[in-house]
T-cell receptor
Framework: GQNIDQPTEMTATEGAIVQINCTYQ??????LFWYQQHAGEAPTFLSY????GLEEKGRFSSFLSRSKGYSYLLLKELQMKDSASYLC???????????FGGGTRLMVKP | DVKVTQSSRYLVKRTGEKVFLECVQD?????MFWYRQDPGLGLRLIYF???????EKGDIPEGYSVSREKKERFSLILESASTNQTSMYLC?????????FGPGTRLTVT
């Protein structure tokens, strides 16, 4: 089975940096995904890590350590529109199935 | 542009009714998925399909069935709706890496 943990809620200030952590335990590993979901909308893909290290994409970066079963999503220069839930998901070896964590609801305040 | 559509945004059904949720993708993807999303529990996989007429159970298949007669269409069926199936239902499709989600159907069973 798989177990994925991430904080339930976080609050940060506009213009600041926030790091959302995700820890996982899986029987196999074939990639870690981050999705963004605004209230009432569909999740949208943010990033994918399969090798250790940092992947940077504009204001968003994602880090993976496979040996520690750990990832984080880093959001820089926070904007009000970044207020959303951030979902961590792991793909095991078999096929394209993803297992999602419970999601982290981020509130950005002025 | 990538598109996954779901037949209804909101649906209200009575206990015991048979319910059909339809999902269509226009990206010629092999893989399609049905999830339900509940507060505090995150996204949980109900069923997925990796080809026409092929299906695999996810984490919570009880009380559900699926049908995939054409590559672009994946249907979720609630054989006899119950109140504990009140939830947000999300469909997704993928080719190799990321999953693309539909807008979701909020189903209420009374």
């Amino acid at each position: 089975g798989q177990n994925i943990d991430q904080p339930t809620e976080m609050t940060a200030t506009e213009g600041a940096i926030v790091q959302i952590n995700c820890t996982y335990q899986t029987s196999g590993f074939n990639g870690l995904f981050w999705y963004q979901q605004h209230a009432g909308e569909a999740p949208t893909f943010l990033s994918y890590n399969v090798l250790d290290g940092l992947e940077e994409k504009g204001r968003f970066s994602s880090f993976l350590s496979r040996s520690k079963g750990y990832s984080y999503l880093l959001l820089k220069e926070l904007q009000m529109k970044d207020s959303a839930s951030y979902l961590c998901a792991v793909r095991a070896n078999a096929g394209n199935m993803l297992t999602f964590g419970g999601g982290t609801r981020l509130m950005v305040k002025p | 542009d990538v598109k996954v559509t779901q037949s209804s945004r909101y649906l209200v059904k009575r206990t015991g009714e048979k319910v059909f949720l339809e999902c269509v993708q226009d990206m010629d993807h092999e893989n399609m998925f049905w999830y339900r999303q509940d507060p505090g529990l995150g996204l949980r996989l109900i069923y997925f399909s990796y080809d026409v007429k092929m299906k695999e159970k996810g984490d919570i298949p009880e009380g559900y069935s699926v049908s995939r007669e054409k590559k672009e269409r994946f249907s979720l069926i609630l054989e006899s709706a119950s109140t504990n199936q009140t939830s947000m239902y999300l469909c997704a499709s993928s080719s190799t890496i990321e999953q693309y989600f539909g807008p979701g159907t909020r189903l209420t069973v009374t």
